[in-house]
């Protein structure tokens, strides 16, 4: 008796693995789920999905003489997005928890049998028995989930082990015991054979906050562009040309821009949000790496006085760029973020759409150019007035846009939050490296690293909205609004520390050498770096200029300090 009781544990393990094969040769009941996904679930709303268990004469006879037993089991795979109760017939289940629900047990008597049908050639089907229960889902919070359905067939074997299994040598263990670990070691956990479908669930704001949405996105759609007619109005097409005749500066930029910042925001999604498939939040990220520069980069490099042309031009050479850059990251990686739960469920990336919602945005730029070029005047007009409205459109996009999509805040996480600091000030360090290492000037490292950490969130927001479908859409919003909520912590203090190095130089009457030059078509490019001189001096080097080579750095001749002997040189026949 004791022999048998000690068993050796290797040979139960290949006598379960047999059992596991010889019932999944015989046939499980079948398990059938309508429908196959809930894309359509609202807030605080409950859908209906029902499940039938077939089974062949041949199986109900097996199992009817087996005396087998089953029951289905149903568990939300993020309760906090849904949760699920199964039709329990009013009896209620001790096993019932808040993560999964069950059924009460069955057995092969419980399905009615149907009868014979005819199919579409006129052939007899099969008879066949059945079995239907309801499966009801709950949305709770906006998200993407899935549903696992599971039937079971219940084990009546009596092994119940109660010690750890993972601290557990089963060879050392009696036959019974052993026998247990090894069911759990090869996931039956007690049910000897199961049969499982996947459900996706996804679900959606309710009607009332769409609508606010709806209204927000479609203002901007109008601000923006007129925003951008402003930008191009006050863009000088000589400056950005003679910039590109000096490619280095925008090249380092063009290259962080469109290959640093999309390799770095996919490596931060893969890392923070795929281990816990929030393939949403990772799709958010990931566009935001690959949208152009901000607009206000061109601000913060003439606070932290940087290289403003090359900041303008490389923002310029950024929008019309992405026309081509971002549906190719999307192509290239974005589709591992378009996935679902169940197996079938892939969302296509809307190539068409995003190459739509990009022009709509960069026409308006070359609209404003147009004006700058051929309408002078009204160009200058426009330009009074861009600053008032972008403070404007500013305070619309924090008021209205915090109103109208207040359910962010109850998506915040704290992988968002990681994330969302993590892309900028990355984009930040990776443009100040590549430029020190190309041995730019201290403005062009300025520029470039600003214009490398500051995305245009706005076209990662649009294009989000616009291009996929909900809940992908609202969810990744979150990302680029984080993003843009972390981007000006390094710019503050950065500018805080320049503006106080600025001021105690001035306190103790130093001036730092900077090398400033003259425009390169003057005829005397001079390196203007010596001792102040009179008014008298610096206005004879203001007429000695021809009239269209005044400097175009943005620099006032007040700061250019020439020497003296180059006054004198010209002054003697």
């Keep these: 008796m004791a022999a048998a009781r000690r068993r050796c544990p290797l040979l139960l393990l290949t006598n379960l693995i047999l059992q596991v094969i010889v019932t999944a040769a015989a046939g499980l009941p079948a398990l059938r789920v309508e429908p196959a996904y809930l894309h359509d679930l609202i807030e605080q709303e409950n859908k209906t999905v029902q499940i039938t268990v077939s089974m062949t004469k041949e199986q109900y006879e097996t199992a009817n003489a087996a005396g087998d037993q089953w029951r289905i089991s149903a ?53 066949y028995y059945s079995l239907e229960t309801a499966l009801t889902v709950r949305g709770k919070l906006l998200g993407k989930t899935g549903v696992e359905i599971r039937l079971v067939r219940m084990d009546a074997s009596p092994y119940a082990p109660s010690a750890p299994r993972a601290s557990h040598d ?62 191009g109005c006050e863009l000088d097409l000589g400056i950005v040309l003679d910039t590109i005749k000096r490619p280095m500066g925008p090249l380092i930029g063009m290259t962080t821009q469109f290959l640093v910042m999309p390799t770095l925001a996919y490596f931060i999604a893969r890392s923070v ?91 308006p730029l070359l609209i404003g150019v147009a004006i700058a070029r051929w309408k002078p ?24 846009g915090a109103l109208s999509n207040l359910y962010m805040f109850r998506m915040i996480t704290t992988r968002a939050l990681i994330g969302g600091l993590l892309l900028p000030w990355c984009g930040f360090m990776f443009g100040c490296f590549a430029a020190i290492f190309a041995r730019r000037s201290p403005g062009d490292v300025t520029a470039i690293a600003i ?43 950065g500018a805080a520390i320049h503006m106080l190095l600025k001021w105690m130089q001035k306190r103790n009457g130093e001036s730092p050498d900077v090398e400033k030059s003259v425009a390169p078509s003057s005829p005397i490019p001079l390196n203007l770096v010596a001792p102040s001189v009179d008014s008298t001096a610096k206005e004879a080097i203001r007429l000695s200029l021809p009239a269209g080579d005044q400097p175009h750095t943005g620099l006032m001749l007040d700061e250019v300090q020439p020497p003296p002997p180059v006054v004198a040189s010209r002054a003697e026949p």
Excluded at 194 to 214: A, H, M, P
Aim: hydrophobic share 45%; aromatic share 8%.
């Design 170 to 231: 089963i060879r050392s263990l009696e036959s019974a015991e052993a026998e247990g670990v090894i069911r759990e070691l090869i996931g039956t956990e007690g049910e000897e054979e199961s049969t499982k479908e996947v459900i996706d669930v996804w679900v959606k704001r309710g009607g009332d906050s769409e609508r606010l949405t709806r209204i927000f996105v479609g203002t901007l759609m109008i601000l923006i562009p007129m925003a951008n007619i402003l930008m």
């Design 377 to 400: 005047a009204l160009a200058a007009r426009a330009r009074k007035i861009m600053r008032p409205f972008i403070i404007f459109v500013l305070i619309f996009v924090v008021a209205f």
């Design 451 to 493: 214009e490398t950490g500051i995305q245009n969130t706005g076209v990662a927001i649009l294009l989000l909205k616009f291009s996929f479908p909900t809940p992908d859409s609202d969810i990744s919003s979150l990302l680029p609004v984080i993003v843009a909520c972390f981007t000006p912590g390094p710019l503050l203090a």
């Design 75 to 127: 568990r939300s795979l993020h309760p906090n997005v849904a949760d699920t109760k199964l039709d329990d017939g009013g009896q209620g289940d001790d096993d019932d928890t808040e993560e999964i629900s069950f059924t009460p047990s069955f057995n092969a008597s419980s399905l009615s049998m149907k009868e014979q049908e005819r199919d579409e050639k006129g052939e007899k089907i099969e008879r």
């Design 273 to 363: 949000f795929v281990p816990y498939q929030e393939y949403s939040l990772a799709l958010g990220l990931f566009v935001t790496g690959c949208a152009p520069g901000g607009g206000a980069s061109n601000f913060w490099t003439i606070l932290l006085d940087g290289n403003v042309n090359l900041s303008v031009t490389m923002t310029f050479l950024s929008t019309l760029a992405s026309l081509f850059f971002m549906p190719l990251w999307l192509s290239l990686l974005g589709k591992e973020f378009l996935v679902g739960f169940s197996s079938g469920s892939v969302i296509k990336v809307p190539y068409a759409k995003i190459g739509s919602s990009l022009a709509s945005l960069v026409g």
